[in-house]
């Protein structure tokens, strides 16, 4: 017995294209989500030296886990300020009208 499988690939290879309007849509919140994340490094870059303090008494006392405690810190503190530094929205203007 032998199986007609043409209509299987012809399913699998089946990639209906969205329109313009969607696709740029698309690409533009794509485009927003990586300058956030631009954003929120560039932020724990800062974050990272400003609050790199080897004096008594800081944020986190010295202990075995104090560089992960900092670390995490910063990830989260950098993450909830990205998006609303500027930085983000310049160069998604930037990069909009690039293409």
């Given at each position: 017995?032998?199986?007609?499988?043409?209509?299987?690939?012809?399913?699998?290879?089946?990639?209906?294209?969205?329109?313009?309007?969607d696709?740029?849509?698309?690409?533009?919140?794509?485009?927003?989500?990586?300058?956030?994340?631009?954003?929120?490094?560039?932020?724990?870059?800062?974050?990272?030296?400003?609050?790199?303090?080897?004096?008594?008494?800081?944020?986190?006392?010295?202990?075995?886990?104090?560089?992960?405690?900092?670390?995490?810190?910063?990830?989260?503190?950098?993450?909830?300020?990205?998006?609303?530094?500027?930085?983000?929205?310049?160069l998604?203007?930037?990069?909009?009208?690039?293409?």
């Amino acid at each position: 017995m032998q199986t007609d499988s043409s209509v299987a690939l012809l399913n699998a290879n089946y990639n209906p294209t969205p329109t313009s309007v969607d696709n740029t849509e698309q690409n533009d919140a794509l485009l927003k989500e990586q300058t956030d994340k631009f954003e929120a490094f560039f932020l724990k870059q800062i974050l990272d030296i400003a609050l790199s303090s080897d004096e008594e008494g800081g944020l986190y006392e010295k202990d075995a886990g104090d560089k992960i405690y900092k670390s995490m810190y910063n990830d989260t503190m950098s993450n909830a300020l990205s998006g609303n530094l500027g930085l983000s929205e310049m160069l998604f203007s930037y990069l909009k009208e690039e293409r």
